[in-house]
């Protein structure tokens, strides 16, 4: 079994969000999966999201592509 969280902030979170669902139903489609729960949830920011080491060259390279 596997669970994935996905926390994304910004200015076009509503449409990566849709974007993103609707990936995974397609790829549940694709191999017949019946015993699934897609999620998705507004969250309070607090200010304290985490970034996996291995995301952090991308997200500098967005940043500086915003300067």
Same mark, same amino acid.
């Given at each position: 079994?596997?669970?994935?969280? *996905? @926390?994304?902030?910004?200015?076009?979170?509503?449409? /990566?969000?849709?974007? /993103?669902?609707?990936?995974?139903?397609? *790829?549940?489609?694709?191999?017949?999966?019946?015993? @699934?729960? @897609?999620?998705?949830?507004?969250?309070?920011?607090?200010?304290?999201?985490?970034?996996?080491?291995?995301?952090?060259?991308? #997200?500098?390279? @967005?940043?500086?592509?915003? #300067?």
């Amino acid at each position: 079994m596997k669970k994935l969280k *996905v @926390v994304i902030k910004g200015e076009h979170e509503e449409e /990566m969000g849709r974007e /993103m669902l609707s990936g995974i139903y397609g *790829v549940i489609q694709n191999y017949g999966y019946t015993d @699934v729960s @897609v999620r998705a949830d507004t969250i309070a920011d607090r200010g304290c999201i985490q970034i996996p080491e291995f995301l952090k060259p991308h #997200v500098q390279s @967005v940043k500086e592509r915003r #300067v």
